[in-house]
């Protein structure tokens, strides 16, 4: 009955989701509108991911990669029969190598030389110190990005956590913050800010942002603390104590020199948004030059530039790190390959989901600050919050406005700008698959013994707790 339960709120959730954007699409764009069947082995996938896990949970951690074949052959088939075997090609193309790829050899570059650092100390979990981390992770997010934070900062926090018990709502709010949230100040922090940046929206305009953060971080930090502390003195009673046997208090980090392949990460995200404007990388009609593959799909130079520097910086840190700090970090390759499995098919198969946002995106009729914080944040919840945030943006860009914000899709005003830019990083927050890094931080704590919360568990955790700071953003600084 429980299981029952779960599915018809999952199925729910995406049906209230998915029906006004659909509806609207069937009114408002008749001439040549995605089917919305098309959308359907998109909405399977996802059901497999909440679902599987529950009822059968040992055959999925086997045959992922079958079902993720299964849901993309059952897409590009009628794909194909509907659009032609030429779009489909490209279509698919297009996703793999000018969106999976890049984003699959980030998360692997960070994963690695991550992995390659470690923090020991006598620390222990209690709520004061992981607020700590938290805060630390969240602030640092937004220098190295939400899946360089998560990955440099999820392993310390659950090893000063292993001697407890009740910790899988510590790894659900480092996920609202470090992996989410974090990421609202710079274009380094969220792929859908450093869209922003290249097309015009100035570097450091998103530390106005702060404000917001700050805010959500003080109320999101405060629930964590007391909910923390009552999971605490519950293992405390139970006779769970973290080794203070020796005295004084010792930190150390080893591996430090990994910092400087860390950054070299960094700033090839950065040259990927810097290169495409400059007049070396552009041919004599303005389009970035790349390497040409299919069709109109090619890959750009200076993503071609951006893969090979996280990977010379992955190869490196291998090279010069200790296995022995691999060992004690308890590394494997578990967790960046469940997220390559999962994700390939959920960029293939979200496809003509986001053909049908960007048919419709223009024609929703919204044109304030609340309306595009809701649309962008509820969409990035389950698409991919970079696409999402770019719609919207064009959106707002074609609406008309003489001042505010001059990009190269149109002047967009601050505060609708303000709204769209904490709707695709914010309310990626909702769920597992709502940014890059989520997924990869349940996967990581699950093979450190952490019982996370199913796909359906975890968004009860967000509906209850984020949707309502959510709902106080929208009261305070989008209406």
Not at 141 to 170: D, E, F, Q, Y
Request: a neutral charge; charged letters at 10%; hydrophobic letters at 55%.
């Amino acid at each position: 009955m429980k299981k029952k339960i779960i599915l018809a709120g999952i199925l729910l959730s995406i049906f209230l989701l998915a029906c006004p954007a659909f509806a609207q699409a069937a009114e408002s764009t008749q001439e040549a509108a995605v089917p919305i069947w098309l959308c359907i082995p998109f909405a399977g996938l996802l059901l497999c991911i909440a679902i599987m896990p529950l009822v059968k949970g040992q055959w999925w951690e086997s045959h992922q990669p079958l079902a993720v074949a299964f849901w993309i052959l059952a897409m590009i088939i009628p794909f194909a029969i509907y659009y032609g075997a030429g779009q489909t090609v490209e279509t698919v193309l297009e996703c793999t190598v000018n969106d999976y790829l890049t984003f699959i050899i980030l998360l692997f570059g960070l994963f690695c030389v991550s992995g390659n650092i470690t923090m020991e100390g006598d620390f222990a979990g209690s709520p004061r110190v992981n607020v700590g981390l938290l805060a630390l992770g969240t602030i640092l997010a937004s220098c190295i990005g939400t899946t360089g934070a998560s990955m440099l900062m999820v392993r310390p926090v659950l090893k000063m956590n292993s001697w407890r018990k009740r910790k899988a709502h510590i790894m659900v709010f480092f996920i609202f913050l470090v992996s989410n949230m974090g990421g609202i100040l710079t274009p380094i922090g969220d792929p859908p800010l450093l869209m922003g940046f290249m097309r015009g929206v100035p570097f450091f305009w998103s530390l106005r942002l702060f404000p917001v953060l700050i805010f959500n971080m003080v109320i999101l930090l405060f629930i964590f603390y007391h909910v923390d502390k009552r999971m605490y003195r519950k293992d405390i009673a139970e006779g769970r104590k973290p080794d203070i046997s020796k005295p004084g208090t010792r930190f150390s980090i080893d591996g430090l020199h990994n910092l400087i392949f860390l950054v070299m990460i960094v700033g090839a995200v950065i040259l990927s948004g810097v290169l495409p404007g400059m007049k070396a990388f552009q041919d004599s009609a303005g389009n970035v030059l790349g390497v040409h593959i299919f069709g109109e799909v090619s890959l750009s130079f200076p993503s071609l530039i951006e893969i090979i520097i996280i990977l010379v910086a992955a190869f490196l840190s291998f090279k010069t790190t200790s296995k022995d700090i691999r060992t004690r970090n308890h590394f494997t390759w578990g967790a960046i390959q469940e997220v390559a499995v999962l994700f390939i098919g959920i960029f293939i198969t979200m496809q003509p989901a986001l053909m049908l946002l960007q048919q419709v995106g223009p024609n929703l009729g919204l044109n304030q600050p609340y309306q595009l914080f809701w649309a962008t944040g509820a969409l990035s919840s389950f698409l991919d919050n970079t696409p999402t945030y770019l719609v919207f943006l064009t959106t707002a860009g074609t609406l008309g406005f003489t001042s505010g914000i001059a990009t190269s899709l149109g002047t967009v005003p601050v505060h609708l700008l303000s709204a769209i830019s904490c709707g695709a990083v914010f309310m990626g927050a909702n769920t597992y698959i709502g940014n890059a890094p989520n997924f990869m931080v349940k996967s990581i704590s699950d093979e450190n013994g952490v019982n996370m919360p199913s796909f359906f568990g975890y968004m009860l955790w967000s509906v209850g707790i984020l949707i309502p700071v959510f709902l106080l953003d929208t009261l305070i600084f989008f209406l």
